[in-house]
């Protein structure tokens, strides 16, 4: 079982970036597919980015196409999300997920194909 940890949360203003880390420990981070999830106040929680186990083929949401970046690093046990443009919608908690795979191209979009989430890390931009 793998115990993921969310960090680099925080306040910017609109146009800003961030860069969000997931640490993984418990197991070794290259059996798993990640994702990236936001929920935001009053809202349900939405598919931000995705990436496959070894191969790094990566899958976006509309809204963040062009602005965020997932990335990992297997040696190190982490996945990033980084975060430019930054506009006030893009407010939210930040939750990373991971789910074991069979492919190391296989991606995953819909939160219930996700075993395993982080507690969240809160992002703020201000206008």
């Known amino acids: 079982q793998v115990q993921l940890v969310e960090s680099g949360g925080g306040l910017v203003q609109a146009g800003d970036s961030l860069r969000l880390s997931c640490a993984a420990s418990g197991r070794t981070l290259s059996s798993y597919a990640m994702g990236w999830f936001l929920q935001a106040p009053g809202k349900e929680r939405e598919f931000v980015a995705a990436i496959s186990r070894n191969d790094g083929v990566t899958f976006y949401a509309d809204s963040v196409k062009g602005r965020f970046t997932i990335s990992r690093d297997n040696a190190k046990n982490t996945v990033f999300l980084q975060m430019n443009s930054l506009k006030p919608e893009d407010a939210a908690v930040y939750y990373c997920?991971?789910?074991?795979?069979?492919?190391?191209?296989?991606?995953?979009?819909?939160?219930?194909?996700?075993?395993?989430w982080g507690q969240g890390t809160q992002v703020t931009v201000s206008s």
């Open positions: 997920a991971g789910r074991t795979s069979s492919s190391s191209r296989y991606y995953y979009t819909d939160q219930s194909q996700y075993n395993y």
